[in-house]
């Protein structure tokens, strides 16, 4: 295979929509959310964010995020979806029942979610997301794609194989890609 593919990966913060950038002439939207209001809850300089209030509530904040990003319609894909864990602060609560309605609401618009590597390289030291959410993708007919979310070259393709072992352990045998928007399906 020969392709060659653009795409952005774009943050979504609430009311802050450009349409320069929904509008652009790329094979695929990633839709992603890396910041609650204003603090950016994944950079290490942030982190004291975390420590001034329940854990719980984050969590949910960030999957109604999610939520609401999916609902726009806007994205194709859904970039790294459970980042909140990237610092292992992890809710009380049962992670399915708080991401399932985002789940729902990807599942409706159609969109895919990333079995991102990056998290491998983070404290979590765990693929995006985790096999409990990537369960609950399955059951709910949601598509993958695979990332590696790469800051250099030498990171393209980074923890692939590790990514393709859990996608098959819970039963996924094909993968998306994108070309002028459209999925296209690819068996790995
Ligand atoms: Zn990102």
Same mark, same amino acid.
């Not at 602060?89 to 049962?94: A, N, Q, R, S, T």
């Given at each position: 295979m020969n392709y060659r593919v653009l795409g952005y990966e774009v943050d979504y913060l609430k009311g802050y929509i450009d349409k320069r950038v929904i509008e652009a002439e790329v094979d695929y939207l990633i839709g992603s959310v890396h910041f609650l209001d204003k603090w950016g809850f994944d950079n290490p300089e942030f982190i004291g964010g975390w420590k001034s209030r329940d854990i719980d509530n984050i969590w949910q904040e960030y999957f109604d995020a999610i939520e609401a990003m999916a609902k726009t319609n806007y994205f194709n894909i859904v970039g790294h979806l459970d980042l909140i864990k990237v610092f292992k602060? *992890?809710?009380?609560?049962?992670i399915k029942s708080i991401a399932q309605n985002a789940l729902k609401a990807i599942k409706k618009s159609n969109m895919v979610i990333e079995l991102n590597s990056a998290g491998l390289r983070k404290?979590?030291?765990? *693929?995006?997301?985790s096999k409990d959410l990537l369960e609950l993708a399955y059951e709910l007919n949601i598509p993958i794609t695979f990332s590696s979310d790469a800051h250099s070259v030498e990171q393209i393709g980074f923890g692939y194989n590790e990514a393709k072992k859990l996608a098959k352990e819970i039963g996924y045998k094909e993968a998306v890609f994108f070309e002028n928007r459209e999925k296209r399906l690819v068996e790995f």
């Open positions: 602060y *992890l809710p009380k609560k049962d404290p979590i030291k765990e *693929l995006y997301p």
